[in-house]
């Protein structure tokens, strides 16, 4: 039996007179990792600001492990072992990587287990160790994101939110991030992940939904979607046959 930890019911979210989100549907299961895909403008960030509460819901409700969130702040979120790594990273660019390392844990205050995890992710990240000293804002484009990824899993969240992880990044990059996507879902920590680079984030994938225009037009398993044609027409660069 599918275990939900997170539920969107309904989910709408309007700018202005502007319906960015027109009632979504969504669910991740525990120890899952979810794809979120869709075309630049589709709903797709949206969904995760308003899932987090960085948005606000014109209607749905948004149920994380049994309990309504809607009205929740960062701050309680994080504690309850959400966590979100936003599109453009977000890193604390006047701080240190082993500064904005350390931030990620604030909800914590297991000392011990902090420092074993903050090896942990020099061990994930090896760049991020030798520069352990520089200034975040320093970073290249790959560097901070490797950096926002391994501040989000400071906090070891139970669910992990990713909001394009690979926009702006080399293919090698690229391939480096969905690597560490994987490995943290092989962990058993649960993901849902907004990428626009469909066919890596279906091959990496339990299930995925696919938005346009602010709504769900196909969901499934994401192996099979791999195969729909729909899919391979609009989001593969592949022709139906």
Avoid: C, H, W
């Amino acid at each position: 039996m599918p275990d939900a930890l997170l539920t969107v019911t309904g989910l709408r979210v309007a700018y202005g007179g502007i319906q960015a989100v027109k009632g979504v549907d969504l669910e991740v299961n525990r120890g899952e990792l979810v794809a979120l895909i869709g075309a630049n403008g589709a709903g797709k960030t949206s969904t995760l600001k308003a899932i987090t509460g960085m948005l606000p819901m014109a209607a749905g409700s948004v149920v994380y492990d049994g309990v309504s969130i809607g009205s929740a702040g960062a701050y309680t979120l994080a504690a309850r072992g959400l966590a979100m790594v936003p599109e453009g990273r977000g890193v604390f660019a006047r701080m240190s990587i082993t500064e904005n390392l350390q931030m990620g844990a604030f909800s914590r205050n297991d000392k011990a287990d902090i420092a074993a995890d903050l090896e942990k992710m020099f061990g994930i990240f090896p760049r991020l160790k030798e520069r352990a000293t520089q200034m975040a804002g320093t970073l290249s484009g790959g560097e901070q994101q490797m950096l926002a990824m391994a501040r989000a899993l400071m906090s070891r969240p139970r669910l992990l939110l990713l909001d394009e992880p690979s926009m702006g990044l080399s293919p090698l990059l690229v391939e480096k991030v969905f690597e560490v996507v994987r490995a943290i879902s092989a962990e058993g920590t649960t993901m849902l992940l907004v990428e626009q680079n469909a066919r890596l984030a279906l091959e990496s994938a339990d299930r995925a939904y696919v938005m346009e225009s602010g709504l769900v037009t196909i969901t499934g398993e994401a192996k099979k979607m791999l195969a729909d044609p729909r899919v391979r027409a609009a989001y593969l660069g592949e022709a139906e046959a």
